[in-house]
């Protein structure tokens, strides 16, 4: 038996930072995913691959080490937590070694939501494979707390976007507002190596707040006020608005300290070629920039393309799927 | 007799923009000046020279064309009216031909306050020569007359500092409040062609602003606070805060809308190569950035110099001087 399971990656279109801080952001899950494919072993091993990025990993399930092994690195720990998750739900599953074989579409680190999107497919996978009879928000729920546990803090918005696919305004009450857009939301990603984890961003943001808060919550405001404006700019199709409020909010991110001479290049390089608009998606501090440029997609591909790691995304309203053979 | 002038330039630390939304603004004079020296003729010729620069120009004082004479180009316009405004205040002077010579230290268009210090400049020569008797203010106040007259709009910012040197805090009442700074505050300018003038700019942000009205009034509260805790950075001497919040100011005009991609990448540059703060200075597109780096200053200089042009500055505690030989 082969089980496969795919979930999209995300990015966010507005507000990220400010959420940090209780303000909302919207979000959509992109045509970029997470593949997943689980076949059982006759041993008691779990064993990982990673297409493409040379990563292999191998732990015997009877008898996991505290320490030093090999699903401690990077997104496998993911991995390894979800398939801890499932086994505390379901305790009465006997442990059965699996050859897990992952395929990733996007950059990881990049915060187009790789571990979210990894996390959802293997819980799905193993939902499964288990016969643990999950439904999708027991899955979107518990991938939350593998994100959760493996990051110490996690935001909603990815696991959620990767479980059901989609647009997402997430509202000041917390609340996840679905958003019906009917076009295709043609989008570049530009991306670069990443100098800081989401974390440190945080922590500079944080800093900056603390040192300059009657200067610094202003922004925030802003930063609400353009998401607001933006989510009504989303549902309408008004792409030129759509563009320009992304300019605004990129200027805000980066009077926050968390633009980088690359990105900022990127942004700017990506206008000149005639997009309408750029910003930092994501922490910053190197990752991703988008670019909505409708009409003008090769050009700004083709340019962006010449220096970074450039690619077209759309916005994916498939969440999670998962298929038997 | 021989008449001289000089008259220092300025430039904008904090506030520019939000200052036409009747926000507070930071600007300091600075040692680079435009002197202006008189010589009378003994025919009724006005001629003009401006050194460096090629531009010669020359009209009958006795009867001066209303279109398509030489003095309507570009800062020449400045030197027409003010002898014109002290010809109004002194009706009883004869007229008489003069040679003025011009050498403006500092790029014209850059945000530095060339046609205030050219117009106080003459002003203040003209004063001397036909004996006004005008006091520092009256200078200061028919300076700003000029300016008006001139351009349609003006800010009282540079003629005040073209006039009385030093630093000032325009406060939300227009009051001009003198700040005693005690160092040298050396800066860095990297200036590069300007492709919008400073009224273009102006509308662009108007335009943004009635656009977004909720995200933008935000933005100028947040330059606000920036420039009120700036003011006391300066006062302090906190050369650390007074870079972060120049970086945080700078942010907050890409927000606006008023940043290129050669500004953009001068900003990063400066503060790459050691610049504790990096923004534009004046109204943007295009124009000058100003970089503040004490103990980097050659660094910044060197890479800020390999693609546009880069020179230092100081603040100058000296306003208008003239000299009679």
Redo the contacts between chains.
């Keep these: 038996m082969l089980i496969t399971a795919s979930a999209p990656g995300k990015v966010i279109l507005f507000g990220e930072h400010a959420v940090v801080y209780g303000k909302p952001a919207i979000a959509v899950a992109v045509n970029k995913k997470a593949h997943l494919t689980i076949k059982e072993r006759q041993d008691s091993k779990l064993k990982a691959h990673i297409k493409g990025l040379d990563i292999n990993a191998s732990l015997d399930l009877e008898n996991i080490p505290t320490i030093n092994h090999e699903f401690q690195r990077g997104i496998l720990k993911y991995v390894l937590k979800s398939w801890e998750i499932i086994q505390e739900k379901q305790k009465t599953v006997p442990v059965k070694g699996l050859d897990i074989i992952l395929n990733i579409e996007m950059p990881i680190g990049a915060g187009l939501g790789s571990s979210a999107a990894v996390t959802v497919a293997t819980l799905s996978a193993l939902n499964k494979y288990y016969k643990a009879d999950l439904e999708r928000d027991e899955i979107a729920n518990l991938a939350y707390q593998v994100e959760l546990k493996v990051q110490g803090a996690a935001s909603p918005i990815d696991t959620t976007l990767s479980t059901y696919g989609g647009a997402i305004y997430l509202s000041t009450n917390r609340k996840a507002e679905k958003l019906p857009v009917k076009y295709e939301l043609p989008l570049i990603i530009g991306h670069t190596p990443r100098e800081g984890n989401t974390e440190e961003l945080i922590r500079i943001v944080r800093k900056?707040m603390e040192?300059?808060p009657?200067?610094?919550k202003?922004?925030f405001?802003?930063i609400e006020?353009?998401t607001?404006?933006a989510r009504e700019a989303l549902l309408e199709g008004d792409h030129e608005?759509l563009g320009?409020?992304m300019?605004?909010?990129?200027?805000?991110?980066?009077?926050?300290?968390v633009?980088?001479?690359t990105l900022?290049?990127m942004?700017?390089?990506a206008?000149?070629a005639g997009a309408l608009g750029s910003k930092i998606t994501g922490a910053g501090g190197g990752g991703s920039i988008i670019a909505y440029s409708p009409g003008k997609t090769d050009e700004v591909l083709q340019e962006l393309g010449k220096l970074e790691k450039a690619f077209q995304i759309k916005l994916s309203e498939e969440g999670v799927t998962t298929n038997i053979q």
Excluded: C, F, W
Aim: aromatic fraction near 6%; avoid cysteine; proline fraction near 5%.
């Design positions: 900056r040192k300059y009657n200067s610094i202003p922004i405001e802003s006020q353009v607001m404006e608005k320009e409020l300019n605004i909010n990129h200027g805000l991110l980066d009077a926050l300290g633009s980088t001479p900022s290049r942004i700017y390089q206008r000149e």
